[in-house]
């Protein structure tokens, strides 16, 4: 069993930045594909970002490309999603996920393990 908790969400400006971590409990952090999915106001959840679990494979939805970069640090049982040039389109609440297998995939199905949530808001 993996849990994750999320943190870093926050109220910031357009344009501004924000740091996410995913704390993950388990010794088996490393074997586990992850990723970063959001949620916000009326819609579904989609997809963000996801990461091998070397680090080595990273992918991104299209609409976070070149602003948004996921990163995880096996040593500490933690992954990051780094905000950058931040929209009011990216107001949401951002969940971390884990998959029982290395590589990262872009599926929400795909995922077994998810954290709560924390929330992002982007003002304009």
């Known amino acids: 069993q993996v849990q994750l908790v999320e943190s870093g969400g926050g109220l910031v400006q357009a344009g501004g930045s924000l740091r996410l971590s995913c704390a993950a409990s388990?010794?088996?952090?490393?074997?586990?594909?992850m990723g970063w999915f959001r949620q916000a106001p009326g819609k579904e959840r989609e997809f963000v970002a996801a990461?091998?679990?070397?680090?080595?494979?990273?992918y991104y939805a299209e609409s976070v490309k070149g602003r948004f970069t996921i990163s995880r640090d096996n040593a500490k049982n933690t992954v990051y999603l780094q905000m950058n040039s931040l929209k009011p389109a990216a107001t949401a609440v951002y969940y971390c996920?884990?998959?029982?297998?290395?590589?990262?995939?872009?599926?929400?199905?795909?995922?077994?393990?998810w954290g709560q949530g924390t929330q992002v808001t982007v003002s304009s």
């Open positions: 990461i091998s679990w070397s680090g080595g494979i990273t």
């Open positions: 388990g010794r088996t952090f490393s074997r586990y594909g």
């Open positions: 996920a884990a998959r029982r297998y290395a590589s990262s995939s872009y599926l929400e199905n795909e995922y077994d393990y």
